[in-house]
């Protein structure tokens, strides 16, 4: 059973950082895709960025571009997502997602097989 976990999320003020994982179980995360997707109170879930299996593409969404980095370490199954200089506007609930792979499709979260619980991120002073 394919099952992913998010952790990492918290409060932090304006411009902090924080680091979020994505750990899976029952895939071997080097052969699928992982994105990161976004969820604001009364919002839709937005796509944040996607990094792809063994061809290297990563994506980032224009409002995280030069702040979010997104990393995989195929040996621990995880997914990484480095967040620095949040800005009030990154709160949300974050959740990671898994496919074959990233195209230029990768915000839409239709595509998309498995997923997991969500982390909350809130930043505010």
């Known amino acids: 059973q394919v099952q992913l976990v998010e952790s990492g999320g918290g409060l932090v003020q304006p411009g902090g950082s924080l680091r979020l994982s994505c750990a899976a179980s029952?895939?071997?995360?080097?052969?699928?895709?992982i994105a990161w997707f976004r969820q604001a109170p009364g919002k839709e879930r937005d796509g944040v960025s996607c990094?792809?299996?063994?061809?290297?593409?990563?994506y980032y969404a224009d409002s995280v571009k030069g702040r979010f980095t997104i990393s995989r370490d195929n040996t621990k199954n995880t997914v990484y997502l480095q967040m620095n200089s949040l800005k009030p506007e990154d709160t949300a609930v974050y959740y990671c997602?898994?496919?074959?792979?990233?195209?230029?499709?990768?915000?839409?979260?239709?595509?998309?097989?498995?997923w997991g619980q969500g982390t909350q991120v809130t930043v505010s002073s």
């Open positions: 997602a898994t496919d074959f792979t990233c195209g230029a499709s990768w915000s839409d979260d239709t595509e998309y097989d498995y």
């Open positions: 029952g895939l071997t995360l080097s052969y699928h895709a």
């Open positions: 990094i792809s299996s063994t061809d290297g593409y990563i």
